[in-house]
């Protein structure tokens, strides 16, 4: 089992120039997060999306947009990066049964210039 | 508002010492308290859970101890080796909320010298 995958691994962006963060998980999952982490900052989760046809703002959703596409897959898209979005992004996922156990996928480093 | 410290920031210790990296918080609601550990390079994965209704949960040379009356949990890492070294995240779910979010510590960089 591949678990969480994300694409691309790495990054960089000038200021202004959009992007879109693939995630896909293949263990059926109902729920899927995305999450940012910074030096010092720990994990910010970004949105989250519950189950299939649902999203929501987490804790740092401002400068992001989310679509869950089907029950796979959920991008994280920056609409305007700016460098205060530089950071690395890890996808993760949960299922029905353990709602509180995350997997993680290997995250995306982003540098926005 | 940080709702989940951790402490220390960074940490270093000898081989075969113990680890001990503390989490303290405010929200009572919270019912589920897990530790991820993540190398570098890697995502996060969860190495061990407890929830509030016991003082301490062990699994191999991992402990959790709990302190529910002073809202306090720690992470004890026996015997420590140098493949332990690793970022550890303490965290905290709310249970009045069905999504199962989790709060993040901001982390602990242990490093284990052999």
């Known amino acids: 089992n591949a678990g969480v995958t994300q694409t691309p691994k790495f990054q960089v962006l000038k200021t202004g120039q959009s992007m879109t963060l693939q995630c896909a998980q293949d263990?059926?999952?109902?729920?899927m997060y995305w999450y940012r982490q910074d030096p010092g900052m720990g994990l910010r989760l970004i949105y989250y999306s519950a189950s299939e046809g649902t999203t929501d703002k987490g804790e740092v959703p401002n400068g992001y947009n989310v679509s869950r596409l089907n029950k796979r897959e959920f991008s994280l898209r920056l609409e305007s990066a700016a460098p205060s979005q530089t950071s690395v992004y890890f996808c993760?996922?949960?299922?029905?049964?353990?709602?509180?156990?995350?997997?993680f996928g290997s995250g995306t480093q982003l540098s926005v210039l | 508002q940080q709702q989940v410290k951790q402490s220390p920031q960074s940490l270093i210790v000898q081989k075969g010492g113990i680890s001990i990296i503390n989490c303290a918080y405010e929200n009572t609601a919270f019912d589920y308290f897990p530790w991820y550990q993540q190398f570098p390079g890697k995502g996060p994965a969860l190495l061990i859970a407890i929830r509030p209704d016991v003082s301490e949960k062990k699994e191999g040379r991992f402990t959790i101890s709990f302190n529910k009356s002073a809202k306090q949990f720690s992470l004890h890492i026996m015997d420590s080796q140098p493949g332990d070294s690793a970022t550890y995240f303490c965290a905290a779910r709310n249970s009045g909320g069905s999504n199962y979010k989790l709060t993040f510590g901001k982390g602990t960089l242990l490093t284990v010298n052999p």
């Open positions: 993760a996922s949960s299922g029905a049964q353990k709602r509180e156990k995350l997997f």
């Open positions: 263990m059926n999952h109902n729920s």
